[in-house]
């Protein structure tokens, strides 16, 4: 019994290390960042050697506000492996999850996170004033949300942002999705009440200029890119500058696959590049 229970135990510990991406060797890797007291609430820095100043990518995973971790490989390897050495930061966020946090206090968590990042980011070599919010499914609408209502961030301490990087979310309109057809996982996570899905509806919270904003949707995916299309509508019609980039690669190739080399990455990377221009 006791030795089955350490070879459980080796094994798990593997697969842990095959989660975790590999440091070059001149990239700083700092895990498990705490921003608040649940075991949740911490976040990896993967930043370059010797940087001063550097722009941040903020990375918000998703899983359906259910599960999935800062350290999964298709969120952090290619992305890292793209752009640490390219100058950037990376921080990669977890947050709580249901049933124990709603979308809404997650994005509150989200906002938490982003505020000690940048009030931790000259540590790293990075630069407080050139964060720049990104997110995949769960944690796009997450991040999509703090772009439409940023006093949820503000109010936490948080500092204005240079854009948002919304990677394949569907639920850009939580009104519309939830009186329609819809998939259980959307009724976990937000419920009954007709006022709770306008609060946590990025679409709904949408009301002023904003930060820049790229919608990334997969083209495989029509529910994804007509959210992404309104949002992007709605925002443009208000002054902001948001676009619509459509891919022809499932929900999980979007994540996994930013960061290779390709039209895909360097079409985030114009829009990244631009951001950090201005």
């Not at 070879?7 to 593997?14: F, G, H, M, N, W």
């Not at 100043?53 to 990518?57: D, E, N, R, S, Y």
């Given at each position: 019994m006791a030795e089955t229970r350490i070879?459980?135990?080796?094994?798990?510990?593997?697969a842990l290390a095959a989660a975790l991406p590999a440091a070059a060797a001149d990239m700083r890797v700092v895990r498990d960042v705490a921003y608040?007291?649940?075991?949740?609430?911490?976040?990896?820095v993967y930043a370059p050697e010797g940087a001063r100043?550097?722009?941040?990518?903020f990375m918000v995973h998703g899983g359906g506000w259910a599960i999935g971790d800062k350290a999964n490989r298709g969120v952090v390897r290619n992305k890292t492996a793209r752009w640490v050495p390219r100058g950037f930061v990376f921080v990669s966020a977890n947050y709580?999850?249901?049933p124990e946090a709603d979308p809404l206090e997650q994005a509150r968590d989200?906002?938490?996170a982003l505020a000690a990042a940048q009030a931790q980011a000259a540590s790293w070599g990075g630069d407080p004033a050139r964060f720049v919010l990104m997110g995949h499914s769960a944690g796009a609408h997450l991040v999509a949300l703090i772009a439409s209502a940023p006093q949820i961030a503000l109010d936490l301490g948080a500092r204005p942002w240079l854009g948002t990087v919304e990677l394949d979310s569907a639920a850009l309109d939580v009104e519309r999705i939830m009186r329609g057809r819809h998939l259980r996982l959307y009724d976990r996570a937000f419920g009954t009440d007709p006022a709770y899905w306008a609060k946590a509806s990025p679409l709904a919270r949408l009301a002023a200029p904003g930060a820049p904003f790229l919608a990334v949707c997969s083209t495989r995916r029509a529910e994804s890119c007509t959210a992404a299309r309104d949002y992007a509508a709605k925002a443009q019609a208000l002054g902001t500058r948001a676009?619509?980039?459509?891919?022809?690669?499932?929900?999980r190739e979007i994540n996994e696959q930013l960061g290779e080399d390709g039209?895909?990455?360097?079409?985030?990377?114009?829009f990244l590049d631009a951001l950090i221009a201005r």
């Open positions: 070879l459980r135990i080796a094994l798990a510990l593997v608040g007291a649940d075991a949740r609430q911490r976040f990896d100043g550097a722009p941040v990518i709580r999850m249901l989200v906002a938490r676009s619509v980039l459509g891919e022809d690669l499932s929900h039209d895909y990455t360097r079409a985030v990377e114009a």
